[in-house]
């Protein structure tokens, strides 16, 4: 990267867009997050180092292209002559991709050929990467996959009860939230000050949330599955589920399999446990008896998960709180370690109020640490890295 150039990374979700702006030091001065898209509200987007305004409104029922377009303006006229790179967060790589990938049009091919794995996902991701292409048609765009961390899984733990023709059509478990385990693998010493532990856990605990196991800085288990709804109770998706309940739900929604998707990915879990919100915070606060069983029911599936990864990487020797919640909310750390404390952790809970990055005393038989998140940064170093070996 040129002494003044920047990279962009953009992150689009289910129904919200972020994008963040680093400098060759990779230090954030730009940030943007439009939400609420494709609702019947209007986007909110709001902006930082970008100038005035700082914040602005779509109109209600703005898709992801129009969000996407009018980023990507913002993007060229506060940053497109510095702009030497784009990279994206594409969800599903599938068994194959297992690194960062420059898009060409064979990736995009690929990459399409990959929707029906993560329908609420992929497209809004191609269309990140195709606004952007258009918007800047003489940068390098580069494709950061979610579960790419999640390809040293062995096979045993991938493949599910079924004949092999299953597995051979994609009917695997692929794990996600990879690109926030990268960041925390790889900058847990210069955060914590510590080295990395052979065996560590790694807890992304926001609106979508996982349990992974890494040994060796390779990820073992991951608590998703063929798609991001398995594993923990999420902000509105319903985690594990046996598979006769979702029979049973199809049956009861007369085959209607979209409906039973929208219930299972956008109407349970925090949001229809508690009947409230998928707030963490709004449930914290709350003295609903439904959002106290939500929130119990939230820990304990961590802790459960928390001892399955743990097992996965033949025991650990330090856990790692990330994403919204886990870096967020001391009391949700706390209550996750009050029900592993037989597993020999020494709380700190002055240091855990703080948010420190280590939440446990010295000479704790396992270590305790909070990272922020920040794919976006692990997406920037991809870009970088593979626009200097060009």
């Not at 377009?69 to 060229?76: E, I």
Request: hydrophobic share 45%; glycine share 12%; net charge negative.
């Amino acid at each position: 990267m040129s002494e003044n150039g920047v990279t962009l990374a953009v992150n689009s979700g289910s129904s919200s867009v972020k994008i963040a702006i680093f400098d060759g030091e990779f230090r954030r001065i730009g940030d943007a997050e439009a939400s609420g898209i494709a609702t019947d509200k209007p986007v909110a987007i709001r902006y930082s180092g970008f100038g005035e305004p700082q914040a602005e409104e779509l109109a209600a029922g703005c898709t992801h292209d129009d969000a996407i377009a009018h980023l990507s303006k913002r993007v060229g006229a506060r940053f497109g002559d510095r702009l030497t790179g784009i990279g994206h967060r594409v969800v599903h790589g599938g068994q194959h991709f297992a690194e960062p990938r420059e898009i060409d049009a064979d990736l995009m091919a690929a990459m399409q050929e990959l929707t029906a794995l993560a329908p609420l996902h992929q497209p809004h991701n191609l269309t990140g990467i195709r606004l952007f292409g258009e918007r800047f048609p003489g940068l390098r765009q580069v494709a950061c996959f979610d579960t790419a961390f999640h390809r040293t899984i062995p096979e045993k733990r991938q493949r599910y009860g079924l004949p092999p023709a299953y597995a051979e059509r994609g009917l695997r478990a692929y794990g996600f939230h990879g690109l926030s385990c990268t960041h925390a693998v790889s900058r847990f010493e210069a955060i914590t000050g510590r080295p990395l532990p052979k065996t560590v856990v790694i807890c992304h605990l926001g609106n979508g949330a996982s349990v992974t196991g890494v040994l060796n800085r390779q990820s073992r288990y991951n608590s998703m599955g063929f798609t991001p709804i398995d594993g923990l109770i999420m902000g509105q998706r319903s985690g594990h589920l046996d598979p006769g309940a979702v029979l049973w739900l199809v049956d009861d929604m007369k085959g209607d399999t979209a409906a039973v998707s929208a219930l299972l990915n956008r109407k349970s879990g925090l949001l229809g446990i508690s009947g409230e919100s998928s707030d963490m915070r709004a449930l914290l606060a709350s003295r609903s008896s439904d959002a106290a069983l939500a929130l119990d029911m939230f820990v304990d599936r961590v802790v459960h998960e928390t001892a399955a990864a743990a097992a996965s990487a033949g025991g650990f020797d330090a856990l790692v709180f990330t994403g919204g919640i886990g870096s967020g909310s001391a009391l949700i750390r706390a209550r996750v370690l009050e029900g592993l404390a037989w597993l020999g952790f020494d709380f700190d809970a002055e240091a855990n109020a703080r948010g420190d990055a280590t939440i446990t005393v010295p000479g704790s038989m396992r270590s305790a640490h909070v990272v922020v998140a920040d794919e976006e940064q692990v997406i920037a170093r991809a870009v970088v890295g593979l626009v200097a070996v060009a």
